[in-house]
């Protein structure tokens, strides 16, 4: 054979303990090229076998191997074999049963069009349907798992809107195929007749009114409500994992699409109580965050194919075996790999424990901060939403579209969406969700949205959950609706709104607006963000009233901003967690201000230093975990801060008279600092988060994080920390600091 001919199957069998011991000396091979099921010779000793998938044995109660593989679509049909003997010498048993199914499925997932494959995805630079589609490849199994005595099994199915009994081929007309899906099953493997047998469970993730206007011969049908590949709808699901736990629990990954998302990673759970042939509503974990295209790079037939990574990860964990993880595809954004790719696949892993309460199907999102340029130019935009509510919250819809949609109008009224959060993202309660303004290909890899690596979290920055790639003209409105059918656009799917004040009154502002900025580019992160000063979002339906606008940056933008700084968070960043991780005095025996070397609540230094003209103010106070489990990351924000408000912040000018203009510094380790009761404790320094550069220290929304909490060393349930936040004094006064704490476990 060569590299570009199919030769067939192949089964290898070792002695694993021989290999893990390096005294291996054999290896058997059970092989059928595929020639030798094609009309012209027997079959061979795999009997026409192909993809035959071994079985994840994990059931030590046995020494056979199963080999599960996609047999007859049309009839409904997969077919087990097994190995027993030795691994000296194996024994293959081919065709010891046909698991059967009441419904056939397609096998292929044919090509539609000229370009692209299978399944629909967005535009990048548009919020329509892209005429680049994904391959969905086919429905060979894709793994297998023995538990508990059962054989659990899944793979990729094309299907007819209208279920097809085994029997009649799905296809062309009359049953054309319109989506792909996943079909899992659980199998008795102990049944050995060779001949068909019902499963034991068997059941289907998929999205029956999905459409993507295919007629199977790579035409586009002209009945119905789908008559074109521009209006395809629904979700779309292939290439899935499963696995299975102790309890009889399952979890199924998969990549998850739609035509107007990009590609996402995402999981479905069944639970050994629930009701067979079932499993629950399916969960993106991993938005993409860009259109997939693999473009020039791959040339030939390969990039018109755009084909997806054909596989993904399932596993329960080794330590419980209860909870699961799971590592699955989606899109990211565009990244320079010097071969010419437009777009790309990349992976994200997610811990899913059964035990975890079902999110709310009910519940809104709001607006938290957002800006519509930024120091790169027009289009360094982002926007962070947050979930306000006591509860995670699950994007669904009720008019079937594809999910919940971030729109924009200018300021003559043009409404366009922007962005889609797809159907099954969970957004934790007190989370964010960050949409900001990726790269789109066309002028390759260049960072536009330029907070990326804004410390969200220790395994991924400020990067968007998901995305853009057009200008948002300034001052205009943003709004945030539970649809993405733009027709339905109105009052009763808005959830928030924050708009300018030139944006007409409507959906895309709530009040008068905020002040209209100057259109030049600024030189600052500049932002607007929901005032924080009560612990969560201000939103009392004015956005004059609620939103602070701050910048880094000693400048004016026709309305003068406070000195602060961007901070947005994303799906994966630190919670508030100011009820779980109390403060307290570290010496209770001095409340007071004391020396710099004490452990007093307060501490002043006049030794000028950079960005305290007039010294500094110590503040230190001690943390202790109480939200029931290991924290391992921990920052502070500055929501209340006397600091400046009067450009251009020239040091005792830049406050109201008698009002301090603080700023905050990073701060270094206090080794020993003396108790007022005797002994010593070591109170930790705090480090200015950057980016964004903030040259004049710290100010609103900036953030100081604990270095010595992390991964490696998180701060245990019930432990303590001191710290002590380092305040640059440019102008003396009456003075505030109240701060955030945010954590993640």
Known sequence: CSFTTYFGQQIFVLDKAAAYANTLSAVSLFEGPVTACDGTADATQLGCGFTMAPALVEDNTTDVDYLLEDWDNTAGQLRLSKLTGTPSAPVLTVGTQFPQSTLSWRFDARRIGTTGGYQPQRQQAANLTSGTRIMANDSRIQNAVLRAGSLWATHTVMLAQTPTPAGTAVGPAPNPDTHSAIQWWEIDPTVETGLSNPALERARIE???????????????????????????????????????????????FSQFSNLTYPSAGYALRLAADAVNTTRDPVVFRPGQANYNLGAGMGGTTARQNRWGDYSAAQTDPLNDTDFWTVQEYAGTVRDFGIGLAGNWET????????????????????????????????????????????????????????????????????SGVANIPNGTVIPAGGHFLIADNPDGSTGPTLVYSLNSYPSTQVRGADSDTGWSFDLLDNGGLAIFKTSNTANFNAVTRMDSVGFAGVP???????????????????????????????????????????????????????????????????????????????????????????????????????????????????????????????????????????????PCTPGSSAP??????????????????????????????????????????????????????LSAPLAVGASINVHFLLGVQQSGAYRVFVNLEALP
């Open 348 to 415: 994200y892993w997610a811990l899913v424990k059964p035990t975890t309460v079902a999110p709310s199907t009910t519940g809104n999102l709001i607006i938290s901060e957002f800006r519509l340029r930024g120091p790169q130019g027009v289009r360094d935009e982002f926007v962070e939403l947050y979930n306000p509510g006591a509860t995670p919250i699950i994007v669904n819809t009720t008019d079937n579209s594809d999910g919940w949609a971030l729109a924009f109008s200018n300021t003559a009224g043009v409404v």
């Open 657 to 710: 008279p008698g009002i301090a203009d603080l700023r905050a510094l990073t701060s270094v380790d206090i080794p020993a600092a003396t108790l007022s009761g005797g002994g010593t404790v070591t109170i930790r320094g705090l480090t200015l988060e950057e980016p964004p550069t903030q040259a004049n220290g710290g100010g609103l929304n900036a953030s100081v994080t604990a270095g010595t909490i992390t």
């Open 207 to 253: 999205d029956p009114t999905a459409d993507n206007c295919h007629d199977g011969l790579g035409g586009t049908r002209t009945v119905g409500t789908c008559t074109s590949t521009a209006t395809q709808i629904g979700q779309f699901y292939s290439y899935p994992n499963i696995s299975v736990n102790q309890n009889k629990d399952v979890l199924i990954g």
């Open 505 to 647: 009154v409507g959906l895309f502002k709530e009040g008068a607006g905020i002040p209209a900025i100057t259109a030049s580019t600024p030189t600052g992160q500049l932002t607007f963000y929901r005032d924080l000063t009560s612990g969560v979002p201000k939103d009392t339906g004015a956005n004059e009233n609620d939103f602070i606008f701050a910048d880094p940056a000693i400048e004016t933008l026709t309305v003068a901003p406070k000195l602060g700084a961007a901070g947005p968070e994303n799906l994966d960043g630190p919670l508030q967690r100011n009820a779980t991780i109390k403060a307290g005095l570290i010496d209770p025996g001095c409340s007071g201000s004391g020396a710099p070397t004490t452990a007093c609540a307060r501490a002043r230094d006049n030794t000028p230093v950079t960005n305290g003209t007039l010294g500094t103010l110590s503040v230190r106070r001690k943390f202790t975990n109480a939200t029931g489990a290991p924290v391992t990351r921990l920052r502070f924000r500055m929501v209340d801060l006397t600091t400046c408000t009067i450009q």
